[in-house]
């Protein structure tokens, strides 16, 4: 099976449509006649079916329901609707917790949870395990070859952890197949500390915050698990069917490894629900553009935007959304890599947690409302942008946030929450932002990734160093790429524990030139960095957000130096030559105004030019190419209108096809640019 054939989203066209559950409304079938009709009028061509269907599917354990499902899957096909086939073990039937509590979580207290909620089973429960492959083989077999589908939703979200014996036990293996003895494993662990040497590999307690390993562990063994939960549907998935198989991911939510779940997919889907209405917009749009970024490098092609909400949704109290944001939620992730933007939900349920879940048909069933007339009006827009789907993204930038460095950072003790210190994705976000600033392409990769095909890396606070990464930097600066490292970076290897010799590790101190020799936190604004010799933004003071190492310029260029208190005149930002690259180390944490004013200089040095020239501090710009042509995706983050003054005269193929030099945009408008 070729990688083409298992994309699925290779339909010459952009896939829009959303969540449907047509099994609510089996008892009025008039519903669901009507919804065909809506879909239409909306422009909405792709469905995601069955994401919470086992009880419909399977009433009673080893009786089945598949009748209601194909209808469902030949009036799509009649009505030319494309569908994810959902697995739907996200969420248990009552009989399948109650019959088998065993398939219900242990909680972190130990308290056996009662079957409820959902995305809540034990992945090791052997009974869930067989009732899991028994649903997704008989789905699998009926429908693998049904001509409507077009691919294959796993599951749904996955999250969580559960601490019953199977699944300690299987931790305590996990770490037996990886240490092979008791006492290099107590090595890694340091766990001299507090006589928490072991004796007995089932003495290992992952809820034990004593050892910093033990939580690194534990997050990479729940990924381990969950990643093989889902192979086991998906290889059964792939004996009977040549449609792609995905899962849909949350953005940077913690608790997994993305990038190893990715590994499970033949292409990346992902839940985006920005809340434009509770921060500023351009910082909203940089962790939203970023998560993209990262889900198009995941596999270096175009990913699915499977969820997004497009009215309020109900987990919690949210603006409706104000003009021009929902086209511009949109068009920021096609412009970022996107062949499809899909909705949770199609149609609000009557009842359930969330009947006032923002949807394209509201309770009143019409095509009357704001909300469907602004899907249908994209939707229509979308059709005519066909000639942009399967376009690529070419970045010479590159910004690394690692979930396993993060992890070894957020489970270290001196550090919590003190300013500055990492919850999600902080100190990446920040310099991500900063570069989002300077309106290049940018690629969002994690430590493991080639580095070869970039000319400028940012490496924010990469406080885990895994093998031979520390030496592929060094490499790729050497070979002429500029390297921007950090605070907090080089500190812990892959087992947490502290590098010896001085910071950064692993060599990085000598290549650097630069000695971290300790960690001050004050609060924002206490200190300051003062440039030596230059301006930017026509200034050379700048506040200090958060961490303050102190360091020691050994072999650097000392580029500026602390303002205040004792440390006054140490260097807070230095550079080195390194074979035809430049190394640069940034050791306070700074705001994204002098990040972005650095980064500017840095890049025209570099000459790598802007997107698109002389642009607003408020508006953003993407790219995507095909076929000899550029497209442009420019996107307004302010509440008034602006005036874009373009270098050459662009077709605003979003806009009524209207060509020149000179582009408006209202508040919060957006839209594409054809060289």
Not at 100 to 120: M, Q, S, V, Y
Request: contains cysteine.
């Amino acid at each position: 099976m070729s990688e083409e054939t298992r994309f699925g989203l290779e339909q010459p066209f952009f896939l829009h449509g959303g969540d449907y559950n047509p099994d609510q409304w089996l008892e009025q079938p008039e519903i669901i006649e009507r919804d065909f009709e809506l879909m239409d009028k909306a422009n909405c061509n792709t469905f995601s079916i069955g994401v919470f269907s086992w009880t419909k599917l399977e009433p009673s354990d080893g009786v089945f329901d598949f009748g209601w499902l194909d209808n469902i899957l030949n009036l799509c096909e009649k009505h030319g609707k494309r569908v994810f086939l959902a697995t739907p073990t996200g969420a248990r039937p009552a009989w399948l917790g109650n019959q088998f509590p065993e398939t219900n979580r242990i909680l972190k207290d130990g308290t056996r949870a009662r079957w409820n909620e959902r995305e809540n089973h034990c992945y090791t429960s052997p009974v869930m395990r067989e009732h899991a492959a028994r649903i997704v083989t008989r789905l699998a077999e009926r429908y693998g070859n049904h001509p409507a589908v077009c691919g294959w939703h796993i599951s749904n979200e996955f999250n969580g952890e559960c601490f019953c014996p199977l699944c300690l036990e299987r931790f305590h293996n996990y770490l037996k197949d990886k240490y092979k003895t008791l006492e290099t494993f107590n090595q890694a662990a340091w766990a001299g500390f507090w006589s928490h040497i072991y004796t007995d590999w089932s003495q290992i307690d992952p809820r034990d915050c004593t050892l910093d390993l033990l939580d690194l562990e534990w997050k990479r063994f729940i990924t381990v698990c969950t990643v093989e939960f889902m192979k086991l549907e998906t290889d059964i998935i792939r004996t009977y069917s040549q449609a792609p198989v995905t899962t849909n991911m949350m953005g940077f939510y913690n608790g997994l490894d993305y990038w190893r779940l990715a590994e499970a997919c033949d292409f990346i889907a992902d839940d985006c629900y920005p809340s434009w209405d509770k921060e500023e917009p351009l910082k909203v749009g940089a962790r939203v553009a970023m998560s993209h970024d990262m889900h198009y490098a995941m596999k270096n092609k175009p990913f699915l935007m499977m969820e997004s909400c497009p009215g309020r949704p109900e987990w919690c109290v949210r603006k409706m959304r104000r003009a021009g944001e929902f086209e511009r939620e949109m068009l920021l992730a096609i412009g970022h890599g996107a062949d499809g933007t899909m909705y949770f939900q199609w149609r609000k349920g009557r009842g359930g947690m969330e009947k006032f879940h923002g949807a394209v048909v509201d309770h009143d069933g019409s095509n009357r409302t704001m909300i469907f007339k602004r899907v249908a009006d994209y939707g229509a827009k979308l059709k005519t942008l066909a000639e942009i789907h399967g376009a690529a993204i070419q970045a010479d930038c590159a910004v690394i946030s690692d979930w396993e460095s993060r992890w070894a950072l957020m489970s270290t003790f001196g550090f919590q929450g003190a300013p500055g210190q990492e919850k999600e994705n902080d100190m990446p976000l920040r310099h991500y932002s900063a570069l989002w600033g300077c309106h290049v392409s940018i690629a969002v990769i994690e430590q493991v990734c080639d580095f070869s095909k970039y000319k400028f890396l940012i490496v924010p606070s990469l406080y885990m160093l895994k093998k031979g990464v520390a030496e592929r930097l060094i490499q790729f600066t050497e070979k002429g790429g500029t390297l921007i490292l950090t605070n907090m970076t080089g500190m812990v290897d892959e087992n947490n524990q502290a590098i010896l010799g001085g910071f950064p590790g692993n060599g990085l101190r000598k290549f650097c030139g630069v000695w971290n020799e300790d960690v001050d936190c004050p609060d924002p604004g206490e200190q300051t960095v003062m440039l030596n010799g230059f301006q930017l933004n026509e200034r050379n003071s700048f506040p200090v957000t958060g961490r303050c190492e102190i360091i020691h310029a050994e072999d650097a260029d000392v580029l500026a130096t602390y303002g205040l208190d004792f440390y006054k005149g140490y260097p807070a930002i230095t550079r080195k030559k390194a074979g035809a690259g430049y190394v640069f180390y940034i050791a306070a944490d700074l705001d994204e105004e002098v990040l972005t004013a650095f980064y500017k200089l840095l890049l025209m040095n570099l000459k790598i030019k802007p997107l698109l020239p002389g642009l607003p501090d408020c508006v953003r710009v993407a790219k995507r190419s095909k076929d000899g042509h550029d497209y442009y995706f420019v996107q307004n983050f302010s509440n008034e209108l602006q005036h874009l003054s373009l270098s050459g005269k662009m077709m605003n193929i979003w806009s009524g096809n209207a060509k020149g030099n000179k582009i408006y945009l209202g508040p919060g408008e957006s839209t594409i640019l054809r060289a």
